[in-house]
């Protein structure tokens, strides 16, 4: 089972991706994500890789189909990407992301709490 990066652009028209398949896993990091954010959104997606292989492989299935899920699953992705982005104010942009990009029917300021907690 393996991990690789590459700079193609995701399907789903995001910055980055996580593809799975059996066990192996690419990140995919899009032209419009900024150089800068780069190392973030690694960090993020190696955290959904993380979880998929402690779902043992049921990530996909969980995120897609479990709101519930897929919420616990971006905030902890969120959480280690703020860490990585060493910055006091990324925590409104992935609250605003996490709000809006997710179909998870939050706030933003709802979503702001969860990453805080």
């Known amino acids: ?3 690789k990066v590459k700079f193609k652009e995701p399907k789903m028209g995001r910055a ?3 593809i ?3 066990g192996f896993g690419e990140i995919r990091i899009g032209k419009r994500a900024p150089k800068a954010r780069h190392h973030q959104l690694i960090v993020h997606e190696k955290r959904h890789w993380q979880q998929y292989k402690r779902t043992y492989w049921f990530h996909p299935l969980l995120y897609k189909f479990s709101k519930k899920y897929r919420q616990a699953a971006e905030v902890e992705a ?3 990407e703020m860490l990585a982005a060493d910055s006091e104010m990324f925590i409104y942009d992935a ?3 996490l709000a809006r990009d997710y179909n998870l029917g939050i706030t933003q300021a ?3 709490v969860l990453l805080e907690s």
Do not use: D, I, S, V
């Open 78 to 80: 969120y959480k280690a």
């Open 95 to 97: 609250a605003r992301w």
């Open 20 to 22: 799975t398949f059996l």
């Open 1 to 3: 089972m393996g991990l």
């Open 16 to 18: 980055a991706e996580l």
């Open 110 to 112: 709802e979503a702001k």
